[in-house]
């Protein structure tokens, strides 16, 4: 074999990439991995906050989006969370359960970083790192990437250069384009896992509430349903999603509901629990969020009354944290402005374009103003509990996102259509093959991501 010719070209040396590279070459095939970084596998080294959630015990198409929701069934069944463990105990890496069946690295992430950099180099996997790549041809016997390091031919070209979160880190569309290059249809990219922002007026009463985190039930109904009677969904430990299609060709579910945590920003809203309703939400959708979840709040404060001294932001004080009962109430209240009635507080984004729609929950912001600060015994019960509906259905209509830098992930990607589920192979277009976070393949926060990039990385290394 002439030097610059190998059986397969692998570009993005991520957790997708590597994993596909160290298989393919351990099988014996002559593999090239490429990057443009200066630096290996960023993604993985900051993720987890520096230990890596890198794979979720309770990991199956339940907690995937993609308009095929069933596609990432096979490569997550041929290689699953046991066999990743199965490689870390194979390079004495360890690692605990954090919570709902994440995993996370005892040391640092490095270690999975260094786990797949040896995987690499026991098959011979060639690097050309940094190198970015400037054009790709397809040529009659495979491919030809010009890149930095000169020209490079492969039987078998990967695209495994990820999403676009976090461009300061390096991200691009690479993969995205060179598949549209070759003909393959895109899911719509758009940042998921991202923090929800507000218009920056309307949120300024909340905006005081910056720092302060609670668990909540958050849920999301897709404004315009997307066609298709409405299915059961599947249930996972910490949410559940609701199709809104039957079977194979299932689109976007129509209701998604986590119990995570909140955490409220100067912008916005983000934690766990946002982030994960964020990969569901689209402009123009809702949110609703129960601030009290499994309690009967309206209740509670109706019986509280009997020995009420207490005002009510302190009654609430009891139950929540301090600082959000006394701001959350307020400017809730404040909400009687006339942004519009039940819940909406301020954030209902249709009147603010002067449509008069108000969001669901029919109790009126007037029915809050001026609460707080009543005697519990004064307050009628019926304002007790509105207010009750409102802690339990608060509901949002969020302007946008906080974009790419701030997301974790990008949903949509390579459609699944285009692509053969157990190589990752194009089908209109032989030997090239695409995997990880590239595809439109979407995980719950949790560790189902690296999930995916290793389930991928192995079904596409062992087909090449
Ligand atoms: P990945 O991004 O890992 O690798 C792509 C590679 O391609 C990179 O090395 C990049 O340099 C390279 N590349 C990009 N463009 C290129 C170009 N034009 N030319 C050449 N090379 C190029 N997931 C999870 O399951 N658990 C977690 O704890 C976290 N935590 C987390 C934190 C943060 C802050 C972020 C941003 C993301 C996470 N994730 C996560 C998501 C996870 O990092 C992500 O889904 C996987 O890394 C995707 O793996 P890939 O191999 O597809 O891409």
Partial sequence: M????????????????????????????????????????????????????????????????????????????????????????????????????????????????????????????????????????????????????????????????????????????????????????????????VPLTFDADRWRPYAALAGVSLEVRLSHEAAAAEGGARDAGPAGAAGTAASSGRGKRSRRPARAEFLEDLLFTHRGLSGPGILQISSYWRPGDPIRIDLAPGRDMGAVLVAAKAGGRQTVAAALAQAWPRRLAEAWLGAAGAAGDGAGAGGGAGMDGRSAAGDGAGPGGGTGADDLAGLGGLRLADAPDRRLRVLGERIHGWTLWPTGTAGYKKAEVMSGGVDTDELDQRSLEARRCPGLHVVGEAVDVTGWLGGYNFQWAWSSGVACGRAL
């Fill in 2 to 193: 002439s030097r610059g010719r190998f059986d397969a070209a692998i570009v993005g040396a991520g957790a997708a990439g590597m994993m596909a590279a160290a298989v393919a070459a351990q099988r014996g095939l002559r593999v090239v991995l490429i990057d443009h970084a200066g630096r290996l596998a960023e993604k993985i080294r900051i993720s987890g906050g520096g230990r890596c959630n890198f794979t979720n015990l309770g990991a199956s198409p339940a907690q995937f989006l993609s308009r095929n929701p069933d596609f990432c069934r096979s490569a997550l069944r041929a290689y699953g969370p046991a066999d990743f463990l199965d490689l870390l105990r194979a390079h004495r890496v360890s690692w605990h359960e954090k919570h709902r069946g994440q995993l996370f690295c005892d040391d640092s992430s490095e270690s999975i970083i260094q786990v797949l950099r040896r995987e690499c180099e026991a098959g011979g996997v060639q690097w050309r790192m940094p190198c970015a790549v400037r054009a790709v041809g397809r040529e009659a016997d495979g491919f030809r990437l010009d890149t930095d390091a000169g020209p490079i031919r492969a039987a078998r070209l990967v695209l495994a250069t990820g999403g676009m979160a976090v461009p300061q880190l390096g991200a691009t569309d690479f993969s995205l384009r060179i598949a549209r290059q070759f003909g393959l249809r895109i899911v719509e990219p758009r940042p998921a896992l």
